[in-house]
């Protein structure tokens, strides 16, 4: 543990000396740094996405950096410092876990993620289940979370079963819809089935954002190699037919 307070405190001095001696450190503010701090977590999950573990390192030092930039700011306009900081989260995580700091049973990790829900509930009373998910979040992970979270106190569906027949339920009335030509219902239709397939990868364990963003990487993969093998044949997608598209679609491997 002292290895780490040595290094917290070494990259702590660096950044308070840039932020007195350095133009741009000097300039920066809470607001500025927003859209930078953004751009470092989506790095850090394409990281992930790639396992690349020294990438993953190098993002985590960004983000790090981040979080003690924002304190040292907060600091100077006597909002807040990093202690601070690590303080509300060391009593946060305590209070979160009764069954380890206190003597609440619980059976097992459902439990956990409802009373952390129900915790949280009492922490905010004039908030709601739903109001703890950023109205900013990418829509797909937005419903991810809402979804989640419904699950965490116990609304959810009893079986896999149950969930699977939301989903066919949801894609008949999409049909119905569309043999009606009603843009508008099918619209509507759609992002019902979108939300019902989302909530039943969640009830088989599988986290749909993961689960799209491998397939948009394994996409992109293969086309292009499409897109090359065209190119090395002197041909261009506007000159060639969509039947030997997908047939050379079919011969290339992921």
Request: charged share 30%; with cysteine; glycine share 2%.
């Given at each position: 543990?002292?290895?780490?307070?040595?290094?917290?405190?070494?990259?702590?001095?660096?950044?308070?000396?840039?932020?007195?001696?350095c133009p741009?450190?000097?300039?920066?503010?809470?607001e500025?740094?927003?859209?930078?701090?953004?751009?470092?977590?989506?790095?850090?999950?394409?990281?992930?996405?790639s396992?690349?573990?020294?990438?993953i390192?190098?993002?985590?030092?960004?983000?790090?950096?981040?979080?003690?930039?924002?304190?040292?700011?907060?600091?100077?306009?006597?909002?807040?410092?990093?202690?601070?900081v690590?303080d509300?989260?060391?009593?946060?995580?305590?209070?979160?876990?009764?069954?380890?700091?206190?003597?609440?049973?619980?059976?097992?990790?459902?439990d956990?993620?409802?009373?952390?829900?129900?915790?949280?509930?009492?922490?905010?009373?004039?908030?709601?289940?739903?109001?703890?998910?950023?109205?900013?979040?990418?829509t797909?992970l937005?419903?991810y979370?809402?979804?989640e979270?419904?699950?965490?106190?116990?609304?959810?569906?009893?079986?896999?079963?149950?969930?699977?027949?939301?989903?066919?339920e949801?894609?008949?009335?999409?049909?119905?819809?569309?043999?009606?030509?009603?843009?508008?219902?099918?619209?509507?239709?759609?992002g019902?089935?979108?939300?019902?397939?989302?909530?039943?990868?969640?009830?088989?364990g599988?986290?749909?954002?993961?689960?799209?963003?491998?397939?948009?990487?394994?996409?992109?993969?293969?086309?292009?190699?499409?897109?090359k093998n065209?190119?090395?044949?002197?041909?261009?997608?506007?000159?060639?037919?969509?039947?030997?598209?997908?047939?050379?679609?079919?011969?290339?491997?992921?």
């Amino acid at each position: 543990m002292k290895k780490i307070y040595n290094s917290l405190e070494k990259l702590s001095s660096v950044l308070l000396e840039l932020r007195q001696k350095c133009p741009w450190d000097k300039k920066q503010t809470i607001e500025s740094l927003r859209h930078l701090t953004i751009e470092e977590v989506y790095e850090l999950s394409e990281a992930i996405l790639s396992n690349d573990y020294d990438l993953i390192k190098e993002e985590l030092g960004d983000i790090l950096l981040h979080i003690l930039f924002y304190s040292l700011i907060s600091n100077e306009n006597n909002k807040f410092s990093l202690v601070d900081v690590i303080d509300s989260q060391v009593e946060k995580l305590i209070k979160r876990h009764p069954h380890i700091y206190d003597d609440l049973d619980v059976k097992n990790i459902n439990d956990v993620k409802k009373n952390w829900e129900l915790i949280k509930l009492k922490e905010n009373k004039n908030k709601t289940v739903l109001s703890g998910v950023p109205k900013s979040l990418p829509t797909l992970l937005k419903t991810y979370r809402v979804i989640e979270k419904v699950r965490g106190i116990g609304f959810d569906f009893e079986s896999r079963i149950d969930c699977l027949e939301k989903v066919i339920e949801e894609l008949n009335e999409f049909n119905n819809e569309l043999n009606k030509n009603d843009k508008d219902k099918m619209n509507e239709e759609f992002g019902d089935l979108l939300f019902s397939i989302i909530c039943y990868g969640q009830k088989l364990g599988i986290n749909s954002v993961d689960s799209l963003d491998y397939t948009n990487k394994k996409f992109i993969k293969k086309f292009n190699k499409l897109e090359k093998n065209l190119h090395e044949n002197k041909l261009t997608f506007s000159n060639v037919k969509p039947s030997y598209l997908k047939t050379l679609w079919s011969q290339i491997e992921n």
